[in-house]
Structures are given as structure tokens and as C-alpha cells.
Antibody
């Protein structure tokens, strides 16, 4: 069974930092690209970041580029999202999602499994 | 940038057919994927690559894509199908996925 478990969310002040983790099981972690997708309260889904499989490359939405850093530890089957310079509009539930394939491309980028999400609130 | 347009809501009676549209410029040239999100839960992939169903998704869920509109259809709607439905494509110019705004299904 594929499982994704996010952790690390919480309340943080504007300008602060937070590190999210996503521990996975049930599949060969290193063989798949992984993503973070967020959902602001009452809003739709927004892709945030991805890391291709193996020791690949990171990718970012323009809204977080330069502030967020995605990484993965294939030995620990864990995906991370280091968030910095947080803004009020970063408030959302952050979902970890498994992509269908290894590469970051149209065919492999489908989100076939999702975690339950971790909430991040940026407020003073 | 590419924009996906979805109506905010759809209402159908149990047993009827629900259709969800996703509009975009020449969307028929792209692969469209659909996700179901029930209240308080994570999204679930229900149709990928326009019309394929992942394992475990009922045959009642089907998809099509042509011209400027992609469509997700749920036949014989059940109360348990109440959810938000999102379409998703890959945006070639920015090299990342984008989602439509979502359509809320109400079973009346």
C-alpha cells in the first residue's frame, strides 16, 4: 500500500521559516518524481514544487521560487520542503504527492497518490 | 499563461449523469487529468490522460477531450460522489502542471 505522511506544519510569523517533511512507503521512492501541492483555505489546488527521481533536479512555481527549497533523501524515503520568507498568502494545506514517473515532464508529472496534508498558517 | 476554466458548481439528482467541463485554448492537444476531492480529504486521481481510469476507480467515471473542452462524466451519480472536481494539464511554457479552479458537485 502506498502511503505518504506529511509533517512539520504549524503557525509561523510573516518572514519566518518552516520545514515540511513527507515520509513515504509502499513504493521505490527513488524511482519517482515527487511534488508539493498546496491549497489555500477555500481555494483550489496549486502546484508548488517538485523533485525528479533519483538524484535529480528541483522545480518551482514562480510564486515560491527563491524562497522555498525542495530536497529528497532517498535513503530515508523522505521528501522535504524548506520554506523561508513566508508570507500570509503562503497559508495553505500542503500536500505531498507522488508523480507517475521518474522524470519531470508532461507524461510523468501526473499526481497518482497524495498524502493527507499538513496545514501551514502564516500570521502575526 | 495557460488558463483552465471550470464552472463553480454542478447539481444532479441521484442516478442521473453529471458532466464537468474544463475549458482551455486547444485543450484537445493536451492530456487532461481529473481529481476528486471530498470535504476534508486529499485529492484522488479519477481519470488520467483524457479518458483512462486508474485502478479502483469505478467505470461510472469517464473522460473525453476535444477542441477547447475536456469533459469528465459521472454516470449513475451517488451521494458519495459529492466532492470538488479539478482538471489538470501541463503548461508547456512554464514547464509545470496547472489546475482548473474546480467544480463542486452537489447531489440533490
Amino acid at each position: 500500500e502506498v502511503l505518504l505522511l506529511e509533517s512539520g506544519g504549524g503557525l509561523v510569523q510573516p518572514g519566518g521559516s518552516l520545514r515540511l517533511s513527507c515520509a513515504v512507503s509502499g513504493f521505490t521512492f527513488s524511482s519517482y518524481a515527487m511534488s508539493w501541492v498546496r491549497q489555500a483555505p477555500g481555494k483550489g489546488l496549486e502546484w508548488v514544487s517538485a523533485f525528479s527521481g533519483g538524484g535529480g533536479s528541483p522545480f518551482y512555481a514562480d510564486s515560491v521560487k527563491g524562497r522555498f527549497t525542495v530536497s529528497r533523501d532517498n535513503s530515508k524515503n523522505t521528501l522535504y520542503l524548506q520554506m523561508g520568507s513566508l508570507r500570509v498568502d503562503d497559508t495553505a494545506i500542503y500536500y505531498c504527492a507522488k508523480n507517475r514517473g521518474f522524470w519531470w515532464n508532461p507524461e510523468d508529472s501526473i499526481f497518482d497518490y497524495w498524502g493527507q496534508g499538513t496545514p501551514v498558517t502564516v500570521s502575526s | 499563461s495557460y488558463v483552465l476554466s471550470q464552472p463553480p458548481s454542478v447539481s444532479v439528482a441521484p442516478g442521473q449523469t453529471a458532466s464537468f467541463t474544463c475549458g482551455g485554448n486547444n485543450i484537445g492537444r493536451k492530456s487532461v487529468h481529473w481529481y476528486q476531492q471530498k470535504p476534508g480529504q486529499a485529492p484522488v486521481l479519477v481519470v488520467n490522460d483524457d479518458s483512462d481510469r486508474p485502478s479502483g476507480i469505478p467505470e461510472r467515471f469517464s473522460g473525453s477531450n476535444s477542441g477547447n473542452t475536456a469533459t469528465l462524466t459521472i454516470s449513475r451519480v451517488e451521494a458519495g460522489d459529492e466532492a470538488d472536481y479539478y482538471c489538470q494539464v501541463w503548461e508547456s511554457s512554464s514547464l509545470h502542471p496547472i489546475f482548473g479552479g474546480g467544480t463542486k458537485l452537489t447531489v440533490i
